[in-house]
């Protein structure tokens, strides 16, 4: 189902709880409202449609990634960018690493670790800022 956009600064700001398998059921949301908003986003967490649990979905070339409870266990090369988001308005100075390694269980509740560079890395440590509380 498509879920509105969080745009309240004080909710986005808490950091989110750990993900269960209980909590499988809202990837359908996050594919649907990420879907929907294709044209202007390309990742989504889970506080961002008013779910304060630590799941995040990256648009990866062609393919929705969703994740819980990601983690990243690997970080290198360094650089500074300016990010849009969909629950903020304009874009924002930030840090981020070209490569990155990310732990996280995937749909069927199985451990993934995948490396990820360039656009795709700087989503997911975006998304993953969210989960953290962490607003550009």
Same mark, same amino acid.
């Given at each position: 189902?498509?879920?509105?956009?969080?745009? #309240?600064?004080?909710?986005?700001?808490?950091?989110? =709880?750990?993900?269960?398998?209980?909590?499988?059921?809202?990837?359908? #949301?996050?594919? #649907? =409202?990420?879907?929907?908003?294709?044209?202007?986003?390309?990742?989504?967490?889970?506080?961002?449609?008013?779910?304060?649990?630590?799941?995040?979905?990256?648009?990866?070339?062609?393919?929705?990634?969703?994740?819980?409870?990601?983690?990243?266990?690997?970080?290198?090369?360094?650089?500074?960018?300016?990010?849009?988001?969909?629950?903020?308005?304009?874009?924002?100075?930030?840090?981020?690493?070209?490569?990155?390694?990310?732990?996280?269980?995937?749909?069927?509740?199985?451990?993934?670790?995948?490396?990820?560079?360039?656009?795709?890395?700087?989503?997911?440590?975006?998304?993953?800022?969210?989960?953290?509380?962490?607003?550009?």
């Amino acid at each position: 189902m498509i879920k509105s956009i969080i745009k #309240d600064q004080q909710l986005l700001a808490k950091k989110a =709880t750990p993900a269960t398998k209980a909590d499988l059921s809202i990837a359908p #949301d996050l594919i #649907d =409202t990420l879907n929907a908003h294709q044209a202007e986003c390309v990742g989504m967490a889970a506080n961002m449609i008013g779910i304060t649990k630590n799941i995040i979905i990256a648009r990866i070339g062609t393919l929705n990634i969703v994740m819980f409870n990601p983690q990243i266990i690997a970080k290198s090369c360094p650089y500074q960018t300016v990010e849009g988001c969909l629950s903020l308005q304009g874009k924002r100075p930030t840090k981020r690493y070209k490569k990155i390694t990310v732990k996280f269980f995937n749909q069927a509740w199985q451990e993934q670790t995948i490396s990820l560079t360039d656009f795709a890395a700087e989503i997911v440590q975006h998304e993953i800022d969210h989960c953290n509380g962490i607003i550009i």
